[in-house]
């Protein structure tokens, strides 16, 4: 029996078998085995001095790029991208990987492990471009994948909901790309979109407005990984390309 029946257009697609619910692309698999093994590594293996050192090297510092460049070491030009592959608590990890196996998995799973591998490196750097831009030349440390995963939210949000604004779930990755214009008429991904924003102005304002010690949330690095998914999605979405033409705009 034939498991697919594709109509004339190529837009829709039927298929009789259920996607397994672990069944991650091989990609996603490799980061977050990465990332695991990177938090092992600073946890149980690193003494706090070279944990330290670690942090310092690769971690994202808005106060880098307002020195001189002359005389800094190479992290300026490397921790736009490796600030996302540290944590800082097993909880931070935890929390990310969640999110990462819900929506990078189909996004992921479309655009294939090369270009999943550029997305995660220009939106990791998108993400703290934004927050750079909010914090300029202050003596802050951020690490975390949570940029990289608000890009892979936006992104999703491109193509997991339907046109009629219901969730898709089987098969996803395979869904008609929806252009900007029809995401924000979709009722779907507005509300999701929606309730993602104000949950990260929330915390924004909840910090800016009597901040609790310790740790803060970079909000607006989640927004800046949010908008650079959600815009330029479709440069590298080979689905939507080898399916649409180039006649579905971004």
Not at 17 to 44: K, Q, W
């Amino acid at each position: 029996m034939n498991d697919t029946e594709q109509n004339e257009g190529g837009a829709e697609m039927r298929l009789s078998r259920r996607e397994p619910a672990f069944n991650l692309p091989g990609s996603l698999v490799a980061a977050l085995a990465l990332l695991t093994a990177i938090h092992i590594l600073r946890s149980y293996l690193l003494s706090p001095s070279t944990d330290e050192f670690v942090i310092l090297t690769f971690a994202f510092i808005p106060a880098r790029y307002a020195m001189p460049l002359a005389g800094q070491d190479l992290g300026w030009l490397w921790s736009p991208v490796t600030y996302s592959l540290l944590h800082g608590s097993w909880e931070h990890l935890v929390f990310n990987a969640f999110w990462m196996v819900a929506f990078g998995a189909p996004v992921a799973r479309r655009i294939g492990p090369a270009r999943f591998v550029l997305f995660w490196c220009l939106s990791a750097a998108a993400a703290v471009a934004l927050h750079s831009a909010m914090h300029w030349g202050e003596m802050i440390v951020v690490v975390g994948a949570s940029g990289v995963v608000s890009a892979l939210m936006g992104a999703a949000a491109r193509f997991v909901f339907s046109p009629s604004g219901r969730i898709s779930r089987q098969f996803s990755h395979l869904n008609r790309r929806l252009t900007i214009r029809q995401s924000l008429s979709n009722r779907s991904v507005l509300v999701f979109s929606g309730i993602w924003f104000l949950t990260n102005f929330l915390i924004g304002f909840g910090q800016l407005f009597g901040a609790a010690s310790g740790a803060a949330i970079a909000w607006e690095a989640h927004i800046g990984g949010f908008l650079f998914g959600f815009i330029f999605f479709p440069l590298f979405d080979a689905v939507g390309r080898a399916t649409h033409g180039i006649n579905d705009s971004p």
